[in-house]
């Protein structure tokens, strides 16, 4: 077969535009790439500030602690309630794996109790700022409403299901009485008040909130020693 000059020209000039594809493309991944790391950079920083207790930082903060410029923040969110609920978007994300208790519902109530107030608590110490400033942000969002229902919704299901013998073997009125008490105990504004307002330390916030959710469970006769 005889190649002709004029062949040998198109091949190589096919190959010169593929490789500025490639480039290009190589390019915009980059670009997409930073932004993406930019953009988790300030989030990430949003969470910070929340943890240091300001619940409603300004993007000029955010920007500092970032290491970004104010004009990236407001590339990628068009005002800074966007940004803040997405920093509370993606904390809810990282956190929820941290609720899960294995082998739920199973095991002595002694066991259970002290699972599910480790859990409780190691979610509270990472959440716990976080949820406080998606208590200020769901008084005028209802987005972040909607989500904090729905993760009470689950952390409810959750009460249900670690202590479903002790609920079912209580009086129909004294059943819903002491679920609602139990739910409400672990809550993030209730566990703020053990660990911030009290000042309780893990260990005495444990030992308070395992006896109060063995009282309630099984009343009068719950032994977190047996």
């Known amino acids: 077969m005889r190649v002709t000059e004029s062949a040998v020209h198109v091949t190589a ?40 207790g300001n619940l409603q930082p300004a993007p000029g903060e955010i920007a500092v602690r ?10 990628y969110f068009p005002d800074n309630r966007a940004l803040l609920r997405a920093a509370v978007d993606r904390q809810i994300e990282i956190g929820i794996p941290l609720f899960k208790i294995h082998a739920i519902g199973k095991g002595p109530l002694v066991d259970r109790i002290d699972e599910f107030v ?15 400033a998606a208590s200020y942000l769901s008084a005028t969002s209802r987005i972040v409403r909607t989500e904090m229902e729905a993760v009470r919704a689950l952390l409810t299901d959750q009460v ?21 008490a139990v739910d409400a105990l672990f809550q ?29 469970l099984v009343p009068g006769s719950f032994d977190p020693g047996a």
């Open 118 to 132: 480790r859990v409780r608590l190691a979610a509270f110490e990472e959440l716990g700022a976080t949820a406080r």
């Open 160 to 180: 249900d299901r670690q202590f479903a013998t002790e609920l079912s073997a209580l009086p129909e009125a004294r059943r819903e009485a002491s679920r609602t």
């Open 66 to 75: 970032a290491q970004v410029s104010h004009r990236s923040i407001n590339r």
């Open 13 to 52: 000039g096919a190959s010169e535009a593929a490789a500025g594809a490639a480039s290009d493309a190589a390019s915009t991944d980059g670009r997409a790439a930073r932004r993406m790391r930019n953009r988790t950079a300030v989030l990430d920083a949003a969470i910070a500030l929340f943890a240091e």
């Open 188 to 216: 993030f504004e209730s566990l703020d008040y053990y660990r911030r307002l009290r000042g309780l330390d893990q260990v005495n916030a444990h030992e308070l909130l395992a006896r109060a959710t063995g009282d309630l």
